[in-house]
T-cell receptor, first 111, second 111 residues
Framework: QKEVEQNSGPLSVPEGAIASLNCTYSDRGSQSFFWYRQYSGKSPELIMFIYSNGDKEDGRFTAQLNKASQYVSLLIRDSQPSDSATYLCAVMTSGTYKYIFGTGTRLKVLA | SAVISQKPSRDICQRGTSLTIQCQVDSQVTMMFWYRQQPGQSLTLIATANQGSEATYESGFVIDKFPISRPNLTFSTLTVSNMSPEDSSIYLC????????FGQGTRLTVV
C-alpha cells in the first residue's frame, strides 16, 4: 500500500513567521512531488512541484525534497493570514500518472 | 494550465437515486481523472477516463456504482448510482499528467 503521510495539524504560526509543512512517502520509486493548497469548500490548487533532490524556491514558497529519506517539505516565508488553508502533499506514483494525496495539514496564520 | 468547468457545484439527493456530474475542459486532454474527497479526508482516485476506451477503476471502486463516460477529448461524466448517505462527498475531476489541475468540485449530500 503506497502511502503519503502528513501531520493533520492544525499548525499555528504568527503572521510574518515561517511555516514548515512536512510530508513522507512510502514508494521509493516516486518521481514527482507536489504541494496543493485547499481553502475550505474549494478545490485544491497547485502551489509547487519538485522533481529533484534539494530546494526549489518560488516567491515566498520553498519546496524541499530528500529522496533518500523519502521526505518532502514546504516552507512558507512571511506567512500571511491568507495562507491559512489545508496543504496537501501529493506524490505521483512511479510509472503512472496517478497521484497519491496525503490527508493534508491545516495551517492557521494568526494575525 | 487548463480551465475545468464542473457541474453541478452541489446537490442534495435522495438515497437510491443517481447523480451525473459533468466535467468540461477548455482544451483537448488524453486523460481525465475523477477523485472523491470524503469529509475531513484527502483525495482518493476513483478512476481514470481515457477517450475511446473504458475507464480504469481503482481498487474499491466499480463501474456499476460509478459509471464514467468520455465521449471526446474535452468532456467526461461521472455518475454516482444508487446513492447512500456514505456517498456524501466532494467529487472532483482533474486533468494533467505532469501537474494535476482540478475542477471546482461537486459537493454531494445524500439524505
Amino acid at each position: 500500500q503506497k502511502e503519503v503521510e502528513q501531520n493533520s495539524g492544525p499548525l499555528s504560526v504568527p503572521e510574518g513567521a515561517i511555516a514548515s509543512l512536512n510530508c513522507t512517502y512510502s514508494d521509493r520509486g516516486s518521481q514527482s512531488f507536489f504541494w496543493y493548497r485547499q481553502y475550505s469548500g474549494k478545490s485544491p490548487e497547485l502551489i509547487m512541484f519538485i522533481y529533484s533532490n534539494g530546494d526549489k524556491e518560488d516567491g515566498r514558497f520553498t519546496a524541499q525534497l530528500n529522496k533518500a529519506s523519502q521526505y518532502v517539505s514546504l516552507l512558507i516565508r512571511d506567512s500571511q493570514p491568507s495562507d491559512s488553508a489545508t496543504y496537501l502533499c501529493a506524490v505521483m506514483t512511479s510509472g503512472t500518472y496517478k497521484y497519491i494525496f496525503g490527508t493534508g495539514t491545516r495551517l492557521k496564520v494568526l494575525a | 494550465s487548463a480551465v475545468i468547468s464542473q457541474k453541478p457545484s452541489r446537490d442534495i439527493c435522495q438515497r437510491g437515486t443517481s447523480l451525473t456530474i459533468q466535467c468540461q475542459v477548455d482544451s483537448q486532454v488524453t486523460m481525465m481523472f475523477w477523485y472523491r474527497q470524503q469529509p475531513g479526508q484527502s483525495l482518493t482516485l476513483i478512476a481514470t477516463a481515457n477517450q475511446g476506451s473504458e475507464a480504469t477503476y481503482e481498487s474499491g471502486f466499480v463501474i456499476d456504482k460509478f459509471p464514467i463516460s468520455r465521449p471526446n477529448l474535452t468532456f467526461s461524466t461521472l455518475t454516482v448510482s444508487n446513492m447512500s448517505p456514505e456517498d456524501s462527498s466532494i467529487y472532483l475531476c482533474s486533468v494533467g499528467t505532469a501537474e494535476a489541475f482540478f475542477g471546482q468540485g461537486t459537493r454531494l449530500t445524500v439524505v
